[in-house]
């Protein structure tokens, strides 16, 4: 029973002025998963073990290492807690001649010692010495390597108290990769625009390979495109087209910094797809796909301003006339959709959604380059809000 005193008292009582929640029910109910019952049971039993095979298989002590740091971002190594105590605990004790070798790489020491750290282990922060010059700093050429540079940051947020080596490392690979992100500042950040375009093309899920080297593609050529067009000078990008042409990673010594970080992904990602290819398909397409035939100097004059310079028309009629091409164009493709072709359906199905796709970006405007309310609006609805369900009432 409430007191009589406090009964006849107004309380004012303060507010947190929470906002409410952004999630509806729809979208929590949106988050079902589909892989239950005894099917994926059985499946993720299978691949558990295909794993414990591969930690036992590997014995480099630095493909260990790896693989167990792949497992720890995935999420997943609590599914191999005693093949990675194992591991790490051989690691530790067993000083070998790769270990020792290892010691000479900045990614693979400071992935050694952030692992072992992480552990429970008292790996000490003087691992480090042979990295450092007479008066105690960073080696500046180790700014060049970005993978070590990288291991080396996240090595350092497991310092301790006192251990101003690791403070000293954390402070030079911060600046150092910060100066190194500033190299690119320039290109467009368009993760989300290119998804957008490779699952427009090949939605269906066993195009999921296709999807990712889609999206990786995608990015290098938004970024090249950014360099061609903007930020390139001529000399530099005759040195980047000559490299690109003779497709020798050695030729990128003649290039400026921020061109050898654009080669370096574009070489690497392209003999991926290529090893990938020639190990399913039994089919070498590195002459195709590092083709330079296209690639120029200049700003790329758009449709819309050639017509007008050509015609002397209005941004109104230049536009209209845009329109019809793109409208006889899909005439064509639809009656060369329908011909003999020695291609298969697919992927006949695939380059017309490009062509789809490449529509609804650029209809309202440069829905790529720009990002522009239709865009995200298109990522929001495919990707983030569920499709809602109306109850049918009988």
Not at 10 to 16: E, G, L, N, Y
Not at 246 to 251: G, S
Request: hydrophobic share 40%.
């Amino acid at each position: 029973m409430v007191s009589p005193k406090l009964a006849k008292k107004t309380i004012v009582r303060r507010s947190a002025n929470y906002q409410p929640s952004i999630w509806d029910y729809d979208f929590v109910q949106s988050l079902k998963t589909e892989y239950v019952g005894e099917v994926c049971t059985k499946r993720i039993n299978k691949l558990k073990e295909e794993v414990r095979l591969m930690l036992k298989q590997a014995v480099n002590p630095l493909d260990q290492l790896q693989l167990i740091d792949t497992l720890q971002r995935l999420g997943l190594a609590y599914h191999f807690e005693d093949e990675i105590k194992r591991i790490l605990m051989s690691i530790y004790t067993h000083d070998s001649y790769e270990n020792t070798r290892m010691r000479e790489d900045l990614y693979a020491t400071a992935l050694e010692f952030r692992l072992l750290r992480q552990q429970g282990y008292k790996i000490p922060q003087e691992i480090f010495n042979s990295f450092r010059d007479e008066m105690g700093n960073f080696k500046m050429c180790l700014s060049e390597d970005w993978e070590g540079m990288l291991s080396l940051y996240e090595a350092s947020f497991l310092s301790e108290e006192g251990e101003s080596i690791l403070q000293f490392a954390r402070d030079f690979t911060t600046t150092s990769l910060k100066k190194f992100g500033e190299k690119l500042s320039f290109a467009r950040d368009r993760i989300v625009e290119n998804f957008l375009w490779t699952i427009g093309e090949t939605f269906e899920p066993q195009f999921s390979y296709c999807r990712r080297m889609s999206t990786k593609v995608n990015s290098l050529l938004t970024i090249i495109d950014d360099i061609y067009d903007v930020y390139g000078t001529l000399d530099e990008l005759e040195l980047f087209t000559d490299a690109v042409q003779r497709w020798d990673v050695n030729a990128i010594e003649q290039l400026p910094d921020y061109m050898k970080l654009c080669f370096l992904s574009l070489y690497n990602t392209i003999n991926e797809i290529a090893f990938d290819v020639l190990k399913e398909q039994e089919f070498h397409i590195i002459p195709y796909l590092k083709k330079a035939d296209e690639l120029k100097r200049g700003d790329v004059p758009k449709s819309i301003q050639c017509y007008m310079h050509e015609t002397g028309a209005s941004e109104a009629k230049a536009r209209d006339h845009i329109r019809f091409l793109i409208s006889e164009t899909w005439n064509k493709m639809n009656k060369e959709r329908v011909a003999d072709s020695p291609f298969s359906e697919t992927f006949i199905g695939v380059v017309i959604n490009l062509a789809r796709m490449a529509q609804c970006m650029y209809q309202y405007g440069d829905g790529h380059g720009i990002g522009n309310h239709e865009t995200k609006d298109h990522v929001l609805s495919l990707l983030v809000q569920p499709i809602p369900c109306l109850s049918v009432t009988i």
